[in-house]
C-alpha cells in the first residue's frame, strides 16, 4: 500500500498566503477532497478527480480521503486557515484511531496554513502579540458549559482570546451569552472585533468595545477577536487605530 | 513621507514554509532590518541594505526600521514565525506608540508566517485540534506569579499549552516550575512534546510524559506542548505514535 494523504492547510483565502509547499502537494494530489467552497480555490487540473462534500460532514470526508489513500491513491484534503487549528487535521486522526488497523500504515502529512486569527491579527497591528488562546465557541461537539469555563478562565488570565465559529444559522445565542459572561469580567472599553473573510475580496473588518458588541455581527465566515485589559489602541491621523496587547505586564505595585 | 515598513513573517525556517506575499515583500525592500540569524534566512540582494541586530534588542531595532522608514525608505523587520505570535510585531507598535507622531502616518503591514506551533503540530499528527493557548514562558517581561496564573488556568480548564521562549542561557529554572506545578493538575501520561528547530535541517521532536518531563531538554530554539487530558495517542506499526485533540468533549455523564 504505497497511498498517501496530506492534510492541507490553504490559509484564510489570499493565494499569496498559499505557501509553496502547499501548493507543491495540492499538484501532486490524484485526488483532492474537502468542502466544496475550498476545493473551488484550487486551480482546476484535468488530471484530478475532485470529491466535494459539505460542510458539517467532516468524519466522513476523513473516512473517504483514507479510503481512497488505502487504494494508493495520492490524496489532498483541503483544509481552510491551518488545518491543525479546528480544521480537518483532528477528523482525519480521529476516523484513523477508529478505522480498519491498515490505515495506520498509511503516509500522513499535515502541511500547515496560515490560521484565521493570525491573518486578522496582521490587519490590526498585533493583538495576539502577548498570551493568547484559541476557543471554538460551537457547542456541537461540546457541551456549552465547557465552553464558557474556557472562555471565564482566559478572560480572567488575561488572554487575548480568538473565537472560531462564533455563529451559524443554527447557532445563534452563544456569542451574545459569551459577550455577556466576559462583560462580568472585562473593562466596558476591551475591544473585539469581528472580521469576516480575512484576505477574501469581501473582507470586513469592524473594531468595537465590549459593552456595545453585538453578536448580530458574526457569522460561520467570521472570526471574533476579544482583547484583554492590556490591550493598547494607537490613533492614526489618517486610517483606523491600530492595536496592539503589549509584550510586557508590569509588576503588580 | 512615502516610506513603508514591512513586519515580514518568515515562517519556521523552511523555505517551501515561507509564503508568496512575504517572498515578494522581501524581494522589494531597500532595507532589511532583524535578528542576524532570521536576516541569513533572506536571499542576498547586493541592492539591500542590511542592518542585523543582537536577539534581546527588540524595541531598538525597532526604531531603527522605524527611523529608516521616516526617511522614506523601503523597509522590512524579519521575525521568525509570524511576526504577531511572540515575534517583533508588538515590539514596532510599542515603539510607534512611545515615538514621534509622524511614526503614525507611516504605512505599516504585518506579513503573517506559520507560527512554531503550528509546525510543530503538522509534525505530530493534530495536537491543536480542540481549544489551545500559547504563553511565553519569559519571566523577561513579566512577573514570574503571572506566568505561574495564566499556566494553571489553562490546564484547569482543558487547553492544550504552548509554550514560547521555554528556556534560555538565562532562564534556565521556569520550566521545570512549570512542569511541577502542571503535575499537580494534569494526570502523569499527558503527553508533552520538545521541539527543536521543527522544518531546519537540525530538526528534532521528542515526546515524553509530564512526569518525566525535564526541563533539561529545552533551550532558546525549543518550542514546548503540553496536552491536555483529553489527548489521544494512536500507535503505528512504523514510526512515531501520532497525537491528536479530539474536536469532541464528552458531556458529563
Redesign the interface.
Known amino acids: 500500500m504505497n497511498g498517501h494523504l496530506a492534510i492541507v492547510?490553504l490559509?484564510p483565502g489570499?493565494?499569496?498566503?498559499?505557501?509553496?509547499?502547499a501548493q507543491?502537494v495540492l499538484a501532486a494530489a490524484s485526488d483532492l477532497v474537502g468542502y466544496g467552497p475550498y476545493l473551488d480555490r484550487v486551480p482546476p487540473n484535468p488530471a484530478q478527480q475532485r470529491h466535494p462534500s459539505d460542510n458539517r460532514a467532516?468524519i466522513a470526508r476523513a473516512q473517504l480521503a483514507l479510503a481512497l489513500a488505502a487504494e494508493g491513491r495520492r490524496v489532498a484534503v483541503v483544509s481552510g486557515g491551518?488545518?491543525?487549528?479546528?480544521g480537518m487535521?483532528?477528523?482525519?486522526?480521529?476516523a484513523?484511531?477508529r478505522g480498519p488497523a491498515a490505515w495506520?500504515?498509511l503516509e500522513?502529512?499535515?502541511?500547515?496554513?496560515?490560521?484565521a486569527m493570525?491573518?486578522v491579527?496582521?490587519?490590526l497591528?498585533?493583538?495576539?502579540?502577548?498570551?493568547?488562546?484559541?476557543?471554538?465557541l460551537s457547542d456541537n461537539?461540546?457541551?456549552w458549559p465547557?465552553v464558557q469555563?474556557?472562555l471565564l478562565?482566559?478572560a480572567?488570565?488575561?488572554?487575548v482570546i480568538a473565537l472560531y465559529n462564533p455563529a451559524s444559522r443554527a447557532r445563534s445565542w452563544q456569542l451574545g451569552e459569551a459577550f455577556a459572561m466576559l462583560r462580568t469580567i472585562l473593562p466596558p472599553e476591551t475591544p473585539v472585533v469581528f472580521a469576516r473573510a480575512v484576505s477574501r475580496p469581501d473582507e470586513r473588518v469592524e473594531m468595537v468595545r465590549l459593552d456595545t458588541a453585538g453578536a448580530g455581527r458574526a457569522d460561520m465566515r467570521t472570526l471574533v477577536l476579544i482583547g484583554s485589559a492590556a490591550m493598547?489602541r494607537?490613533?492614526?491621523?489618517?486610517g483606523a487605530p491600530?492595536l496592539?496587547?503589549?509584550?510586557?505586564?508590569a509588576?503588580?505595585t
Request: aromatic letters at 8%; a negative charge; charged letters at 25%.
Open positions: 492547510g490559509g489570499d493565494v499569496a498566503m498559499l505557501t509553496p509547499h507543491v467532516e491551518d488545518p491543525g487549528a479546528f487535521a483532528s477528523a482525519v486522526f480521529e484513523i484511531e495506520r500504515a500522513i502529512e499535515v502541511i500547515p496554513g496560515i490560521s493570525f491573518a491579527a496582521a490587519r497591528g498585533a493583538p495576539l502579540g502577548h498570551d493568547f488562546c484559541a476557543i471554538s461537539l461540546k457541551p465547557v469555563r474556557r478562565a482566559a480572567e488570565a488575561g488572554f493598547r494607537i490613533e492614526r491621523p489618517d491600530w496592539y496587547a503589549p509584550r510586557s505586564v509588576a503588580p
